[in-house]
């Protein structure tokens, strides 16, 4: 069976060092950033996009996983 995303709007914001989201802190390690998804906590690498889903949680997706899955809208 296939199946097809429905078209959602969502937020997203591109990570790159504290204070780029609210969601991103900073792990045990010094240099190791986290945000806590509805599975977890997820590392966050610079780079990353910080997505807030459609009940508010939020999660890390890779920037080219972003690119072919998302794009903008007006």
């Known amino acids: 069976m296939k ?10 914001t591109q990570w790159f060092k504290m204070g780029d989201h609210p969601a991103v802190y900073e792990g045990g390690l010094s240099g ?3 945000v806590e998804t509805l599975e977890g906590e997820h590392r966050v690498r610079p ?5 807030t889903g459609v009940k508010g949680e939020h999660y890390p997706c ?4 972003f690119t072919m899955t998302y794009e903008p809208v007006e």
């Open 32 to 34: 190791c950033y986290f």
């Open 3 to 12: 199946f097809r995303k429905k078209p959602v709007v969502i937020e997203a």
């Open 62 to 65: 890779k920037p080219d996983i």
């Open 47 to 51: 780079g990353d996009w910080i997505i």
